[in-house]
């Protein structure tokens, strides 16, 4: 994956700046990959160029955004073990991601946040 990808520098440097204030500088670059890597994929599905929104979105998707309405301890409990395998082994991304959770609009995405509906947004392992 390559983290400018679609990105203008200054909108790269703009989310590791804001990044960088909800965890370990030297996560930011692998957040900001699968963050960039997820939106550009939701761009495709959508039909469209890649904005920094679709970003946004996918940070969102793994609660590493911080702009957003607060989730449900059960969602954010399933989305810290899910940034957990997205850390270990980013190759997996696409395989933990429907492309139905990429069609969502924010307010679907907010609503599973929200009732904790983790499992329309993302998949983990068999164990989970």
């Not at 997820?38 to 969102?60: H, K, Q």
């Not at 609660?63 to 607060?70: E, Q």
């Not at 073990?81 to 907010?110: C, G, K, Q």
Request: charged share 30%; aromatic share 10%; hydrophobic share 45%.
């Amino acid at each position: 994956m390559d983290i400018s990808s679609g990105l203008p520098v200054e909108a790269i440097k703009a989310f590791e700046g804001v990044l960088g204030h909800e965890m370990e500088a030297r996560f930011v670059p692998q957040v900001l990959e699968a963050g960039v890597h997820l939106g550009n994929r939701r761009a495709a599905l959508l039909g469209r160029a890649m904005y920094p929104i679709d970003v946004e979105f996918a940070l969102s998707v793994m609660c590493w955004w911080p702009f957003k309405p607060p989730v449900s301890d059960m969602y954010l409990e399933a989305a810290q073990r899910f940034r957990r395998e997205v850390i270990r082994n980013s190759a997996t991304l696409d395989h933990h991601v429907p492309d139905e959770a990429l069609r969502m609009d924010w307010e679907e995405l907010y609503e599973k946040q929200r009732t904790g509906d983790w499992r329309k947004v993302f998949q983990l392992g068999e164990a989970d």
